[in-house]
């Protein structure tokens, strides 16, 4: 019955986790691109100004880059939305 409910429930990336996904299969482009490299090297004071002006995607790239189990939760996710399309 269990399997039934988790099926039923939608289950969707957000806006920061759609980001690092793009960021790490390398399919941004053009200023997405720039923009990921930036946050990912920057210091975490500006970091924090980056926030500020893209708070979804910094947000996402500052979780991975510090958020023990992140990637592995979007994986997770990734994982069961295929899941889910395989079966219906």
């Not at 947000?59 to 189990?69: C, D, V």
């Given at each position: 019955?269990?399997?039934?409910?988790?099926?039923?429930?939608?289950?969707?990336?957000?806006?920061?986790?759609?980001?690092?996904?793009?960021?790490?299969?390398?399919?941004?482009?053009?200023?997405?691109?720039?923009?990921?490299?930036?946050?990912?090297?920057?210091?975490?004071?500006?970091?924090?100004?980056?926030?500020?002006?893209?708070?979804?995607?910094a947000?996402?790239?500052?979780?991975?880059?510090?958020?023990?189990?992140y990637?592995?939760?979007?994986?997770?996710?990734?994982?069961?939305?295929?899941?889910?399309?395989?079966?219906?």
């Open positions: 019955m269990t399997n039934v409910i988790e099926l039923n429930k939608e289950i969707k990336l957000n806006k920061s986790e759609q980001f690092v996904v793009d960021w790490q299969y390398r399919r941004l482009g053009g200023f997405m691109s720039k923009l990921a490299d930036c946050i990912a090297h920057a210091d975490t004071s500006n970091q924090k100004r980056l926030v500020k002006a893209f708070p979804d995607e947000q996402g790239i500052i979780n991975f880059q510090s958020k023990e189990g990637w592995d939760s979007i994986q997770d996710k990734l994982d069961t939305i295929k899941e889910k399309r395989e079966w219906m």
